[in-house]
């Protein structure tokens, strides 16, 4: 019976520390998002990218969308992609995304057949 208590504490702690570390990342997002920080946790986007993208908030077939929505782009030619939007270039009338390979695709407004929102960024603090 010793042993079943034993393993009892040590769940115990288990669960209250994860659940301490879930709490503590969703204030860190909350704290991000107040001050208008979007994380994109891919290791293919540089500054160069960042900064090239000059609009991080826009209106697309009809939605609002801003940098860190996840989107589902479908262009003329019928390939799909999904991914993490970085933002569009004003002067090209394009988008940037970030694929989840880490690929960087640009796609021009022009050739893109259909666009969907798959999430919005920070939509679990909205709600």
């Known amino acids: 019976m010793g042993l079943l208590t034993y393993f009892q504490k040590i769940l115990f702690v288990l669960l209250t520390a994860s659940t301490f570390g879930y709490v503590l990342v969703v204030l860190k997002e909350k704290v991000y998002l107040r001050n208008n920080i979007i994380v994109i946790n891919k290791k293919s986007v540089t500054q160069n990218h960042l ?3 000059d609009m991080k908030e826009f209106m697309l077939d009809g939605a609002r969308v801003k940098s ?23 002067k090209e009338r394009s988008i940037l995304m970030v694929t989840h390979n880490d690929e960087i695709k640009k796609f021009n407004i022009d050739n893109i057949l259909k666009f969907k929102i798959i999430s919005k960024y920070g939509k679990f603090f909205k709600a």
């Open 68 to 90: 860190g929505d996840e989107v589902k782009v479908i262009t003329k030619t019928k390939e799909k992609f999904e991914g993490i939007l970085i933002g569009a270039i004003k």
């Open 51 to 53: 900064e090239k993208a």
